[in-house]
């Protein structure tokens, strides 16, 4: 297993903690001189703070082990393309290197939105590589969604 692989699985695990708690399924794993210093996953529901994305509290965690918040030797691992908000906390805190899993597609207005974080990243000389895993990542978003449809029809339903 390859390095980006092998850090990709982590941020995966990382994903797993949130679907088992049904959060959406996105992990983000910091990396520094080839050792995670900082795991997340998303908690906005069991924490009810919408600012608790898993690459803010992958980053918040990276920057609490190793007491500075300027990342500019690390490298992040996330499952899911980052939004708006988590983009700019990438960038923030000087982040320079980005694995993505899977891309979030879903229509014009997302690829627009897309477009533009790609081009505020790359502004800012944050590389992003993509496509790590991607079918692993994306499996586990297209999973729980399926997951919660099925809930929201079976309550509607009993209803």
């Not at 079918?135 to 978003?141: G, N, R, V």
Request: charged share 35%; glycine share 4%; net charge neutral.
């Amino acid at each position: 297993m390859n390095r980006e692989d092998f850090f990709m699985k982590e941020a995966i695990a990382e994903a797993k903690k949130a679907y088992a708690l049904k959060e959406t399924p996105i992990g983000a794993v910091i990396v520094y001189k080839d050792k995670i210093v900082g795991r997340g996953f998303n908690r906005i529901e069991i924490t009810n703070d919408s600012t608790n994305h898993a690459e803010v509290v992958a980053i918040k965690d990276a920057a609490k082990n190793l007491d500075r918040w300027r990342l500019f030797d690390c490298e992040m691992y996330v499952t899911m393309e980052p939004c708006f908000m988590c983009t700019g906390a990438i960038v923030n805190s000087r982040i320079k290197k980005v694995y993505i899993g899977a891309r979030h597609t879903k229509n014009e207005i997302v690829d627009k939105h897309n477009d533009f974080q790609h081009e505020f990243l790359i502004d800012n000389k944050v590389e992003t590589i993509y496509e790590i895993r991607e079918e692993e990542c994306s499996k586990i978003l297209s999973d729980f969604f399926r997951e919660r449809r099925e809930e929201k029809k079976l309550k509607s339903q009993s209803i």
